[in-house]
């Protein structure tokens, strides 16, 4: 009896321990288990460090300005109490490191200082241009590094179609105006950019340069194709050792001995006529020139090499520079605000050489460029002279130029004009 009362215990206390287990020794070592999985599939998020220049800034103050007109670097690290010891040093840099004294107005700064309530600069950052940066560290002494950003160049193409002019064509695509200047001189002497009809429609591939996803400068142009009044026109570049020139579909050049025009495209606001109202004089006269409108300060470009023979100020002409570029030609600009350095009398100057600035000095009524031009020492109209066309392509590049041409021009083929309601940029290609 007792051996039952035995057995019967030993199932009940059995019964108790499974439920026991299930109930809280399970449960425990799933949540273990969770826990476990918990831990392994846990990571740490940690911030990531703001880099500014090369430098952690995360305890720092950034501020960020511009170049005020006449404000000096000395007077902008006084404020942000550098010791003058440092200051003295800058301004005491080596030329070739940097020179403190080209430092202008509306140039990008930043400065990089305690968190304090002085601000003292702990750094200064000036950025001249989108490529280039110079960083002054202020510690125990002052140290200086010139540094770039990295370029990439990436290619591009374009279509349009002329609805006004060619400014306001290639700028609704979103595209520089260095673009469109590059395009005009390409073509100067075979289109009259002034004359432009709408309808006329162009392709362009070309290269910029972009610093962290911004355009910086066009590079150059790879290939144009230009349909105008019906009739198309091709460039395509070839380097015949002596850098790139441009050519249409037969190898002929499209560089003329002179530049067509000495200023980047702009608005021609008088022609050359021997019947004007001078507006100034109030009374009719011939116009022996061709104005170009333009803001005070546009360069003003040599339309190509020569001497200057004049460079000086006369009452009607105002600041004026004349050039002889050979014994047929002579170019002369009118009214400029001022001569650039260095070009004087008996000077030779550049085909491209910015040789002064526009202005409205003499008898003007407002900023733009008087353009005259002689030949055999008759003054003629500039945008109608024929001057002859440079050498073609020369035969030992003939093979070359075949296979670049019919590449590009399957490139060309391959660009789409865009709806005529809307225009938008090519992708890179």
């Given at each position: 009896m007792q051996k039952r009362w035995l057995g019967f215990f030993g199932i009940v206390m059995l019964i108790v321990a499974a439920v026991a287990f299930n109930r809280y020794y399970?449960?425990?070592?799933?949540?273990?288990?969770?826990?476990?999985?918990?831990?392994?599939?846990?990571?740490?998020?940690?911030?990531?460090?703001?880099v500014l220049y090369g430098m952690v800034v995360d305890d720092f103050l950034v501020i960020e300005d511009k170049i005020k007109r006449n404000e000096r670097l000395g007077d902008i690290l006084l404020e942000y109490n550098v010791p003058?010891?440092?200051?003295?040093?800058?301004?005491?840099?080596?030329?070739?490191?940097?020179?403190?004294?080209?430092?202008?107005?509306?140039?990008?700064?930043?400065?990089?200082?305690?968190?304090?309530?002085l601000k003292?600069?702990?750094?200064?950052?000036?950025?001249?241009?989108?490529?280039?940066?110079?960083?002054?560290?202020?510690?125990?002494?002052?140290?200086?590094?010139?540094?770039?950003?990295?370029?990439v160049t990436v290619e591009k193409g374009i279509a349009g179609e002329i609805r006004s002019n060619l400014s306001e064509t290639i700028e609704e695509l979103g595209i520089s105006h260095e673009l469109t200047n590059k395009f005009v001189d390409i073509f100067a002497w075979q289109v009259d950019f002034a004359r432009l009809q709408k309808g006329d429609k162009f392709k362009l591939i070309y290269e910029e340069s972009q610093v962290e996803g911004v355009t910086v400068s066009i590079d150059k142009i790879k290939a144009i194709y230009f349909e105008h009044f019906g009739s198309p026109y091709y460039a395509f570049p070839l380097d015949q050792g002596d850098g790139d020139d441009y050519f249409d579909q037969d190898g002929k050049s499209l560089r003329k001995a002179l530049?067509?025009?000495?200023?980047?495209?702009?608005?021609?606001?008088?022609?050359?006529t021997m019947s004007r109202f001078h507006?100034?004089?109030?009374?009719?006269?011939?116009?022996?020139?061709?104005?170009?409108?333009?803001?005070?300060?546009?360069?003003?470009?040599?339309?190509?090499?020569?001497t200057v023979e004049e460079a000086q100020y006369k009452s009607n002409n105002g600041n004026y520079v004349k050039i002889r570029h050979n014994g047929t030609y002579t170019t002369q600009y009118l009214h400029m605000s001022r001569?650039?350095?260095?070009?004087?009398?008996?000077?030779?100057?550049?085909?491209g050489q910015t040789i002064g600035y526009v202005g409205s000095t003499g008898l003007a009524t407002g900023p733009h460029l008087c353009y005259r031009f002689w030949k055999n020492g008759v003054q003629v109209d500039a945008l109608k002279i024929d001057l002859p066309p440079s050498e073609p392509v020369k035969?030992?590049?003939?093979?070359?130029?075949?296979?670049?041409?019919?590449?590009?021009?399957?490139?060309?083929?391959?660009?789409?004009?865009?709806?005529?309601?809307?225009q938008e940029p090519m992708a890179s290609l």
């Amino acid at each position: 009896m007792q051996k039952r009362w035995l057995g019967f215990f030993g199932i009940v206390m059995l019964i108790v321990a499974a439920v026991a287990f299930n109930r809280y020794y399970l449960p425990s070592l799933a949540y273990q288990e969770d826990a476990a999985d918990s831990v392994s599939n846990f990571s740490l998020k940690l911030k990531e460090p703001s880099v500014l220049y090369g430098m952690v800034v995360d305890d720092f103050l950034v501020i960020e300005d511009k170049i005020k007109r006449n404000e000096r670097l000395g007077d902008i690290l006084l404020e942000y109490n550098v010791p003058a010891r440092l200051i003295h040093q800058v301004s005491q840099v080596s030329r070739n490191i940097f020179d403190v004294r080209k430092i202008v107005p509306n140039k990008k700064y930043t400065l990089i200082c305690n968190q304090d309530s002085l601000k003292t600069a702990k750094a200064f950052v000036y950025e001249p241009n989108p490529i280039d940066y110079i960083v002054f560290r202020f510690g125990d002494s002052l140290t200086i590094d010139v540094c770039k950003r990295d370029v990439v160049t990436v290619e591009k193409g374009i279509a349009g179609e002329i609805r006004s002019n060619l400014s306001e064509t290639i700028e609704e695509l979103g595209i520089s105006h260095e673009l469109t200047n590059k395009f005009v001189d390409i073509f100067a002497w075979q289109v009259d950019f002034a004359r432009l009809q709408k309808g006329d429609k162009f392709k362009l591939i070309y290269e910029e340069s972009q610093v962290e996803g911004v355009t910086v400068s066009i590079d150059k142009i790879k290939a144009i194709y230009f349909e105008h009044f019906g009739s198309p026109y091709y460039a395509f570049p070839l380097d015949q050792g002596d850098g790139d020139d441009y050519f249409d579909q037969d190898g002929k050049s499209l560089r003329k001995a002179l530049l067509k025009y000495p200023i980047e495209f702009t608005r021609i606001s008088s022609r050359y006529t021997m019947s004007r109202f001078h507006p100034v004089q109030k009374r009719w006269k011939a116009h022996l020139g061709t104005d170009f409108a333009a803001p005070t300060g546009t360069p003003i470009r040599s339309v190509g090499d020569g001497t200057v023979e004049e460079a000086q100020y006369k009452s009607n002409n105002g600041n004026y520079v004349k050039i002889r570029h050979n014994g047929t030609y002579t170019t002369q600009y009118l009214h400029m605000s001022r001569i650039a350095d260095g070009v004087r009398a008996g000077t030779r100057v550049r085909q491209g050489q910015t040789i002064g600035y526009v202005g409205s000095t003499g008898l003007a009524t407002g900023p733009h460029l008087c353009y005259r031009f002689w030949k055999n020492g008759v003054q003629v109209d500039a945008l109608k002279i024929d001057l002859p066309p440079s050498e073609p392509v020369k035969k030992e590049y003939l093979s070359q130029f075949e296979t670049v041409k019919q590449d590009l021009t399957n490139r060309l083929q391959a660009i789409p004009f865009p709806d005529q309601d809307k225009q938008e940029p090519m992708a890179s290609l």
